[in-house]
């Protein structure tokens, strides 16, 4: 896992400005193991830098996930969620109310390599996520 110390090095070395806004976001995420949207990280650090934009926040994320200390996590077109840089995982999320949990489980290398040979591409990541119902949602 990512620590404050080795993001706080990246900004730096890039030669980024380590401005109060960015050093709270870089708290927010990474004391949570949480999955964020970018109004929920909005939210909260308006409630503590009330001067504080969305837009701050739309482009602290993606410097962000340009220097890999947080990983977007697509869904679709319409949404995407947020995570501290964290060993290399996938996820499970509930159908109705949108619960997202990690799953740890080696990474499946073998599947990037049937695709690159399928395609010609050659192939950086990927994604995997399973879709089900919380054991919350499946009580009610």
Known sequence: ??????????LKEKKIRLT???LELINI????????TVEELYHILNER???VSI???YNNINLFCELEIV???QFGESLSKYEWKKKDHYH?????????VDVWYPTLKEVETVAESI???QIRSHNLQFYGVCSQCAEQ
């Open 1 to 10: 896992m990512l620590s404050v110390d080795m993001a706080i090095k990246a």
């Open 20 to 22: 109060p806004q960015r």
């Open 29 to 36: 995420l990474s004391q949570e193991n949480k999955h964020w």
């Open 49 to 51: 830098m009330p001067s």
């Open 55 to 57: 837009t701050t926040i």
């Open 71 to 73: 990983k977007e996590i």
């Open 92 to 100: 499970i999320v509930c159908k109705l109310c949108g619960e997202m």
């Open 119 to 121: 395609s010609k591409f």
